[in-house]
């Protein structure tokens, strides 16, 4: 059974910085996409940052110059860097693993930007 497993959110102030990671296991195929998504409070969940086996890079307009994935090749662990955070980016982050084009989720990590 696939598993994702979070780690990295918490409470940080406005222009703060975090590091979220991922870890996948529990399947010995190939992960194809592998990244984050993101609900806020009465939104849809949206997609943040994916990253492919590949080495092809997906990033939402709005975190495009503060957010960074990064995945080494076909690597099962991922992570997101978080930079110059605004209270916009307060959500849930889900890790998000494509598995011979099923899709997995993670439990889910908070991450509150406040002063």
């Known amino acids: 059974q696939v598993q994702l497993a979070e780690s990295g959110g918490g409470l940080v102030q406005p222009g703060g910085s975090l590091n979220l990671s991922c870890v996948a296991s529990?399947?010995?195929?190939?992960?194809?996409?592998l990244g984050w998504y993101r609900r806020a409070p009465g939104k849809q969940r949206q997609l943040v940052a994916t990253?492919?086996?590949?080495?092809?890079?997906a990033y939402a307009d709005s975190v495009k110059g503060r957010f960074t994935i990064s995945r080494k090749g076909a690597d099962k662990t991922v992570f997101l860097q978080m930079n110059n955070l605004s209270p916009d980016d307060s959500a849930v982050y889900y890790c998000?693993?494509?598995?011979?084009?099923?899709?997995?989720w993670g439990q889910g990590t908070q991450v509150t930007v406040s002063s």
């Open positions: 998000y693993a494509q598995i011979l084009l099923k899709d997995y």
């Open positions: 529990g399947s010995m195929y190939t992960i194809g996409r």
């Open positions: 990253a492919t086996n590949g080495g092809t890079l």
